[in-house]
T-cell receptor, first 114, second 115 residues
Framework: AQSVTQLGSHVSVSEGALVLLRCNYS??????LFWYVQYPNQGLQLLLK??????LVKGINGFEAEFKKSETSFHLTKPSAHMSDAAEYFC????????????FGDGTTLTVKP | NAGVTQTPKFQVLKTGQSMTLQCAQD?????MYWYRQDPGMGLRLIYY???????DKGEVPNGYNVSRLNKREFSLRLESAAPSQTSVYFC??????????????FGDGTRLSIL
């Protein structure tokens, strides 16, 4: 079975500052990892994903994440926060043998201060 | 391009009433899922359908039933609603023919309150 832990349910940064959202996973087989973003009153949207290959993954809106197998981590970063980045972010893990099911973290709410 | 469509968007029920939440996708996806989202608890899987004609329980199936009506539609039924089922419900689907390396596509949710 797989699991995901997102460290910090709330993160607050100033506009223009670095965004760092932390995600650690547990999986007995090679994982597929995802970051999703959820804006108020909307469903989740894919930001980026790691499947195989390059461990630094770039996504939409200037976000990127690095898969570190030795640390079982997949932290999400953005060099410079924008007001429009304020949202809830979810890390998710999936493996190839479970009909596409994903296990989601509890989410991190990002607040961007002007 | 509609993606995943959920109806209704909002609903208020009384304890003991029944209702069905509808979900349809137009992306020819094989697998579909129902989640509930509660504050601080992320998304919890209620039921899923790996392919047309099959359904399986997820993490929190008690009090719910599902029907995979055809490849496009996957409905969630509350037979006797309870206040603990007050939540936001999301339907999601995955592109056909692949396993765990595909992202899920989500609807905008149904906000359900049970009094």
């Amino acid at each position: 079975a797989q699991s995901v832990t997102q460290l910090g349910s709330h993160v607050s940064v100033s506009e223009g500052a670095l965004v760092l959202l932390r995600c650690n996973y547990s999986s007995s087989v090679p994982p597929y990892l995802f970051w999703y973003v959820q804006y108020p009153n909307q469903g989740l949207q894919l930001l980026l994903k790691y499947t195989t290959g390059a461990t630094l993954v770039k996504g939409i809106n200037g976000f990127e994440a690095e898969f570190k197998k030795s640390e079982t981590s997949f932290h999400l970063t953005k060099p410079s926060a924008h007001m429009s980045d304020a949202a809830e972010y979810f890390c998710a893990v999936s493996v190839d043998t479970n009909a596409g099911k994903s296990t989601f973290g509890d989410g991190t709410t990002l607040t961007v201060k002007p | 391009n509609a993606g995943v469509t959920q109806t209704p968007k909002f609903q208020v029920l009384k304890t003991g009433q029944s209702m069905t939440l509808q979900c349809a996708q137009d992306m020819n996806h094989n697998s579909m899922y129902w989640y509930r989202q509660d504050p601080g608890m992320g998304l919890r899987l209620i039921y899923y359908s790996a392919s047309e004609g099959t359904t399986d329980k997820g993490e929190v199936p008690n009090g719910y039933n599902v029907s995979r009506l055809n490849k496009r539609e996957f409905s969630l039924r509350l037979e006797s609603a309870a206040p603990s089922q007050t939540s936001v419900y999301f339907c999601a689907s995955i592109r056909a023919g692949r396993g765990g390396n595909q992202p899920q596509h989500f609807g905008d949710g149904t906000r359900l309150s049970i009094l």
